[in-house]
């Protein structure tokens, strides 16, 4: 099983940008899928991005797709999401899960980090 921790959270104004990481430990990091998801207060989490084991194919909800941008470096146990043109609406807190199932459901991820706030403001 993989543990996971996320970082790189914080304010931003609309129009900025972060990179979120997902620090992986143990050694089977690479051979999982991975995925980001957010849950916005008062709202469903739900999902935002996935990446395959080799960072070969990558996947991503309308919302913010040509803004944001998935990635991974197995040799460091890390994933990224490189948030880009950030909107009010992207306001959230982020989660990293590795993809235990056939689907993008949130039920065929698990290993869930603890989460990182984003917080764009207008």
């Known amino acids: 099983q993989v543990q996971l921790v996320e970082t790189g959270g914080g304010l931003v104004q609309a129009g900025g940008s972060l990179r979120l990481s997902c620090a992986a430990s143990g050694r089977t990091f690479s051979s999982y899928a991975m995925g980001w998801f957010r849950q916005a207060p008062g709202k469903e989490r739900e999902f935002v991005a996935a990446i395959s084991w080799g960072g070969g194919s990558t996947y991503y909800a309308d919302s913010v797709k040509g803004r944001f941008t998935i990635s991974r470096d197995n040799a460091k146990n890390t994933m990224y999401l490189q948030m880009n043109s950030l909107k009010p609406e992207d306001t959230a807190v982020y989660y990293c899960?590795?993809?235990?199932?056939?689907?993008?459901?949130?039920?065929?991820?698990?290993?869930w980090g603890q989460g990182t706030q984003v917080t764009v403001s207008s």
């Open positions: 899960a590795a993809r235990i199932g056939a689907t993008m459901k949130e039920e065929d991820f698990g290993s």
